[in-house]
C-alpha cells in the first residue's frame, strides 16, 4: 500500500480539474482497508475515489482519498444464471467487454460507460432503456465504521433512478470491494431505445448479436458524448428531473413538444436536456465551461477550468432552468 501527501488530483477527474490531496492511498486488496482502518485514518475526512468520472472537485481536498485499484473478474454458471464477479477496481467498459466475450447478455446496453465496477452500484448506472438495478445481484462492502465486511444484495441497496443507500443512508460509509451480477443465459435484447433501432436499421442489421447491440451503443455514445479523454466532462451532470401528471399536463400546455418519458409508477421523467437547450445553453460557453454542443446534459472544460467555474454555470443552468419550467434541476455529478 503507498501513501502519498500532497498529490494532484487532475489526472483523477474526467472534468481534468485542479485539486490537491492531503494524502492519496492506492488500495489494491481488503487486507490494505484493514490497514488503513487500523490506522485510524476512517476517523478523518477521507473520500473513496473509483475512475473519478462522476466527480467534481471545487477546492483541494484535506483529508486522505483512497482509489480503489483492486482487479479481477470471474464467472460461474448454473442453469439460467450467469454469475459474474468483478472487484471494484475493473473498468466498467472491460467487464462489459469480458461478457461480450464470452457471449453473456445484459451489459450490452450499458456499454463504454466511464467508470469502474465498484461506482455502478453507488450510482445505480444506466444506459437504452437497461439499469444496473436489473442485473445487480450483491456486492462485499467494507464498513470504515466497524472494519467489518457486510454483503449487500439487490434489495439492501435501494435503487432507484441513479440512486442507492450508497449515495443516501450510507453515504461515505461503505466501500464496495467487489460486485456481483446476476445474468440470464437467455435474454431478450433491448433494442427499444430509438437511436439503438435506428442504427440498426443504418447498418441493415435485422437479427443483431449482443456484440453488434455494445457497437451500436458505443457508437451512439462517441457521437453525441465529448470523449472525457481529450475534453474534460463527467457525463450527464444533472440528472433527469421526475414529475407528476399536473405538473406535465401545466408545462405541455405551454410546451406541447417537451421531451418526456412515462415511468412504470404513473410518473414521469423530463429530459434535463431539452429543457436545457430550450433556455438557450446548448453549445454555450462561459469562460472556460462549455455546454456540449450534442447533448445540453454534459458541462465540458474547455481545457483551463477551475472546479468552481463549472460548479458555477450549473448553477445559473439550475437557475435559468427553475425560472422557464418552475422545475429544480438536481446534479447527478458529487461535488467535492
Ligand atoms: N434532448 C434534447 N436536447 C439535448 C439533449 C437531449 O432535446 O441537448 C432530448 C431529446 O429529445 C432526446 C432526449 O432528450 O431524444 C433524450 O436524450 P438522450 O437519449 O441523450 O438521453 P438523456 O435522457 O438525455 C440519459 C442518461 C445518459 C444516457 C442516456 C441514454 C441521465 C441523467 N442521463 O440521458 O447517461 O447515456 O440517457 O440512455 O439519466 C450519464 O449518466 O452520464 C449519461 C450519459
Not at 444484495?153 to 443516501?168: M, Q
Not at 431539452?274 to 454555450?284: D, R, S
Request: one cysteine or more; charged letters at 20%; a negative charge.
Amino acid at each position: 500500500m503507498e501513501v502519498q501527501h500532497n498529490i494532484s488530483l487532475k489526472n483523477h477527474n474526467t472534468f481534468g480539474v485542479e485539486a490537491i490531496a492531503n494524502t492519496f492511498i492506492e488500495v489494491h486488496n481488503e487486507k490494505d482497508l484493514v490497514d488503513i482502518f487500523k490506522q485510524g485514518i476512517f476517523k478523518e475526512p477521507f473520500f473513496i475515489l473509483g475512475g473519478g468520472s462522476n466527480i467534481l472537485f471545487t477546492k483541494d481536498f484535506e483529508g486522505t482519498i483512497i482509489k480503489i485499484n483492486n482487479k479481477g473478474i470471474q464467472h460461474f454458471i448454473e442453469g439460467n444464471n450467469i454469475y459474474i464477479t468483478a472487484a471494484a477496481g475493473e473498468i466498467w467498459n472491460d467487464l462489459v467487454w469480458y461478457c461480450i466475450d464470452h457471449n453473456f447478455p445484459g451489459l450490452e446496453n450499458m456499454a463504454l460507460i466511464p467508470g469502474t465496477v465498484g461506482a455502478s452500484p453507488v450510482q445505480n448506472i444506466g444506459a437504452y432503456g437497461v439499469e444496473l438495478m436489473d442485473i445487480f445481484h450483491t456486492c462485499r462492502a467494507f464498513d470504515s465504521y466497524t472494519g467489518e465486511i457486510r454483503t449487500f444484495t439487490n434489495k439492501d441497496c435501494a435503487f432507484t433512478y441513479r440512486d442507492s443507500i450508497f449515495k443516501s443512508k450510507y453515504k461515505g460509509r461503505y466501500i464496495i470491494m467487489s460486485v456481483t451480477y446476476n445474468l440470464k443465459i437467455h435474454t431478450p435484447l433491448n433494442t427499444s431505445y430509438g437511436s439503438i433501432e435506428n442504427e440498426l436499421v443504418k447498418r441493415s442489421i435485422s437479427k443483431p448479436t449482443i456484440k453488434d447491440i455494445a457497437e451500436v451503443v458505443s457508437h451512439i455514445r462517441v457521437e453525441k458524448l465529448p470523449d472525457p479523454t481529450t475534453i474534460g466532462n463527467a457525463g450527464s451532470f444533472f440528472k433527469n428531473p421526475i414529475i407528476d401528471v399536473n405538473k406535465l399536463n401545466n408545462l405541455l400546455k405551454i410546451y406541447p413538444d417537451i421531451a418526456y418519458y412515462t415511468l412504470d409508477n404513473g410518473l414521469y421523467k423530463l429530459a434535463a436536456g431539452w429543457l436545457i437547450e430550450t433556455c438557450g445553453w446548448k453549445g454555450k460557453q462561459v469562460g472556460n465551461v462549455i455546454i456540449w454542443k450534442n447533448q445540453a446534459l454534459v458541462i465540458t472544460n474547455s481545457g483551463k477550468a477551475t472546479g468552481i467555474e463549472i460548479y458555477d454555470v450549473s448553477s445559473l443552468i439550475i437557475k435559468d432552468v427553475q425560472l422557464k419550467f418552475d422545475i429544480e434541476l438536481e446534479r447527478e455529478v458529487n461535488i467535492l
